[in-house]
């Protein structure tokens, strides 16, 4: 089992930066690739932005490339998700998930393909 706790999230007006944490625990937190997901009221939960295990790899849905950066620190069990230029459509729960399967690369999207999941963080953007 891996346990995630995301943390970060809040009120800021559009245009401001957030930046939410994700801490693991109980597993090597090496061993499991991670992604951010956001769900708004009504709409299904859609995926953000993936890390492979080592992070050299990183990955963005298109709406959020060029504003939002996923990284991670192995050493502190954490993942982050800096949140820049946020705009009101970016309002959402935001969770963290970690997989541990394999070929990542063509799974990052995919909600389906994470074993672990935080319980998320409010995000709202005020316009």
């Known amino acids: 089992q891996v346990q995630l706790v995301e943390s970060g999230g809040g009120l800021v007006q559009a245009g401001g930066s957030l930046r939410l944490s994700c801490a693991a625990s109980?597993?090597?937190?090496?061993?499991?690739?991670m992604g951010w997901f956001r769900q708004a009221p009504g709409k299904e939960r859609e995926v953000v932005a993936g890390?492979?295990?080592?992070?050299?790899?990183?990955y963005y849905a298109d709406s959020v490339k060029g504003r939002f950066t996923i990284s991670r620190d192995n050493a502190k069990n954490t993942v982050y998700l800096q949140m820049n230029t946020l705009k009101p459509e970016d309002t959402a729960v935001y969770y963290c998930?970690?997989?541990?399967?394999?070929?990542?690369?063509?799974?990052?999207?995919?909600?389906?393909?994470?074993?672990?999941w935080g319980q998320g963080t409010q995000v709202t953007v005020s316009s």
């Open positions: 998930a970690a997989n541990s399967g394999s070929q990542y690369g063509i799974r990052w999207y995919n909600r389906y393909a994470y074993d672990f």
């Open positions: 890390i492979t295990r080592s992070g050299i790899t990183t």
């Open positions: 109980g597993r090597t937190f090496s061993n499991y690739a």
